[in-house]
């Protein structure tokens, strides 16, 4: 069955630092992939997504690339604020989709 | 537009006890998703509705977790009797269709089981 398997955390990254979240999938055919954030105190949110090898997905200056060689879609961010701490959670699958166990990232000003 | 709403946001039982929670999806969406969050994983879907229908329920501990979505709006998940290792959050989710839509989430309830 599906899949997806996630940088372990807690991360700590001081402002403006580079940010990789890994996040790798396992699943039959071109399963769709996203990333969803939660904020303190708020619900989950999508953070963005892709439908296809080579897609990359982007928002509030997050990327991730759909690689389908490498069954990833690693979250980056090339330079994160203190606004970007949350967890993070990778979600992947075709019909049926799994989250991994989130990340959590703390950035220090 | 009125995000998902769920209630209680809180709840606190005994064990063996039996607790119920409520889930109002955004408007027009099809289906549904209940979830359940224990500390420190991600969530772990419990069972998706399409419209009033079940299309997986296959993670759902049916012996004493029970769901339904009369008439394809709000539903209920409803444990009876609770145990320990069910103190957790659980979230529900409506998207506008199956499979690759984006869901959107409510707040969830955080359930402790004494």
Not at chain 1, 40 to 46: D, M, R, V
Not at chain 2, 86 to 105: K, M, P, T, W
């Amino acid at each position: 069955g599906n899949s997806v398997t996630q940088m372990e955390g807690p991360v700590t990254l001081s402002e403006e630092a580079f940010l990789t979240i890994n996040c790798t999938y396992t699943a039959t055919g071109y399963p769709s992939l996203f990333w969803y954030v939660q904020y303190p105190g708020e619900g989950l949110q999508l953070l963005l997504k892709a439908t296809k090898a080579d897609d990359k997905g982007s928002n509030k200056g997050f990327e991730a690339t759909y690689r389908k060689e490498t069954t990833s879609f690693h979250l980056e961010k090339g330079s994160v604020q203190v606004s970007d701490s949350a967890v993070y959670f990778c979600m992947g699958g075709n019909e049926k989709l799994t989250f991994g166990t989130g990340t959590r990232l703390t950035i220090i000003p | 537009e009125a995000g998902v709403a769920q209630s209680p946001r809180y709840k606190i039982i005994e064990k063996r006890q039996s607790v119920a929670f409520w889930c109002n999806p955004i408007s027009g969406h099809a289906t549904l998703y209940w979830y359940q969050q224990i500390l420190g994983q991600g969530p772990k879907l419990l069972i998706q509705f399409q419209n009033n229908g079940v299309v997986d329920d296959s993670q759902l501990p049916k012996d004493r977790f029970s769901a339904e979505r009369l008439k394809g709006v709000d539903s209920t998940l409803k444990i009876q009797p609770a145990k320990l290792e069910d103190s957790a959050v659980y979230l529900c989710a409506s998207s506008f269709g199956r499979g690759l839509h984006e869901q959107y989430f409510g707040p969830g309830t955080r359930l402790t089981v004494t």
